[in-house]
């Protein structure tokens, strides 16, 4: 008689390990890569702050370029999914543009290390990810300009340059993430916190409708 062994448990286990590795590589990647830039980040580096061998990382990501572009496009990943909240909400310009905001800032608030990680990259004339920001971008970009222009031609909006208040928001909300450290010298305190946040909101809110709305106050 040939007993059939039972490999089903054993083979999630490893899966579930290979899995846990890669995400505390692409982790502890993304923690290097916005401290130190491209440059200042080595494999060796990224190995010792995951506590495992520079081999293992190799046999996940074939190069730290590979690896790097691997964490900038889980930074865009997030990014795009709070920038969607133009086009999803096109049929209410208001609460379209509350709800951008509000996303832009809690990914500041959540997701300090992509933040920097992708503003790193292009301070520095994105010189390994210009394509990818070409293509995934740009798109987001023209479909919000395309629901501003619609918006105008309903007359429920003033006519704008929205590509200009695009990157005049990304550049806003984004600061509370890679000016964090000057914020909190401005604002006296060790670390920003949620009415920090809620403060800046209201205040860009009301800016943004004012600027936008026809009817706002």
Known sequence: MVTMRKTGPAKEKRS??????????????????????????????????????????????????????????????VWLSYMAAITDNADNPELALRRYIAGKLRFSREHPFDSRVYANEVVSGAPLFAQEIRDRVLPALQADIAVFNAWAEQGVCRKVDAAHLMVILWSSTQAYADFAAQICLVLGKPEMEAADYDAGEQLLVDMVLRTVMVHAG
Not at 54 to 76: D, M, P, W
């Open 16 to 77: 579930d390990n290979r899995e846990r590795l890669e995400q505390e590589i692409l982790d502890a990647a993304k923690r290097l890569f916005a401290q130190r830039g491209f440059g200042g980040v080595s494999l060796d580096h990224i190995a010792r702050e995951v506590g495992t061998a520079k081999q293992n990382l190799l046999y996940y990501f074939s190069s730290k370029e590979a690896l790097y572009r691997r964490v900038l496009h889980g930074v865009l990943d």
